[in-house]
């Protein structure tokens, strides 16, 4: 129950495409659903998050879509470009005493020029 | 931004010596602080987390007496590998959570068991 799926574990994408990239949890306590970027060597930066209580959210190319009902939420990358190669992992918690994340198994996208 | 800076970013030991890792949330306070192993082209894996002024909670299989972790101060906990062998090496991330929510990461520590 405490796990989040991630998929697909990795993800060609030509410039200028569409990235999407799909999580789904369980448990219906977490509250909060982080999507953070990692490149190699480097520590995970957080990217966009979003609450249950709106079904989409968007930051500039970046847009999480939520599905309560379905227990899903996706990250839609929109014009992708090379720099955007990096490992990218979805996350998902709920409040209490620890209030830790529960990563995705990780998604390697290359965008390829 | 919410800063948390993790020194060393790499560091080679000798088998059987200890090595720490310090994590600083540099703008915040934070009242939690997390620690992650990772092991290449895999997820982050919570080793333990910790609480300013209270021991640390384990995950399951993780060995407290190998990984001591202090959180002495809203700003700072260690981690140190005690009697490191080569199996111990791997990448160490913290993570800061603050008291207003948002969880802010390290740029890792690449640990080297020689």
């Known amino acids: 129950q405490q796990q989040v799926k991630q998929s697909p574990q990795s993800l060609i994408v030509q410039k200028g495409g569409i990235s999407i990239i799909n999580c789904a949890y369980e448990?219906?306590?977490?509250?909060?659903f982080p999507w953070y970027q990692q490149f190699p060597g480097k520590g995970p930066a957080l990217l966009i998050a979003i609450r249950p209580d709106v079904s989409e959210k968007k930051e500039g190319r970046f847009t999480i879509s939520f599905n309560k009902s379905a227990k899903q939420f996706s990250l839609h990358i929109m014009d992708s470009q090379p720099g955007d190669s990096a490992t990218y992992f979805c996350?998902?918690?709920?409040?209490?005493?620890?209030?830790?994340?529960?990563f995705g198994t990780g998604t390697l996208l290359a965008v390829q020029p | 931004g919410a800063v948390v800076s993790q020194h060393p970013s790499r560091v080679i030991c000798k088998s059987g010596t200890s090595v720490k890792i310090e994590c600083r949330s540099l703008d915040f306070q934070a009242t939690t602080m997390f620690w992650y192993r990772q092991f290449p082209k895999k997820s982050l894996m919570l080793m333990a987390t910790?609480?300013?002024?209270?021991?640390?909670?384990?995950e399951q299989g993780v060995e407290k007496d190998k990984f001591l972790i202090n959180h002495a101060s809203l700003t700072l906990s260690t981690l140190t590998v005690t009697s490191a062998h080569p199996e111990d090496s791997s990448f160490y991330i913290c993570?800061?959570?603050?008291?207003?929510?948002?969880?802010?990461f390290g740029s890792g520590t690449r640990l080297t068991v020689v």
């Open positions: 448990n219906t306590a977490f509250d909060y």
């Open positions: 910790s609480n300013e002024g209270s021991k640390a909670t384990y």
């Open positions: 993570s800061a959570r603050a008291t207003s929510g948002g969880y802010t």
């Open positions: 996350a998902a918690t709920y409040g209490g005493a620890t209030n830790k994340l529960i």
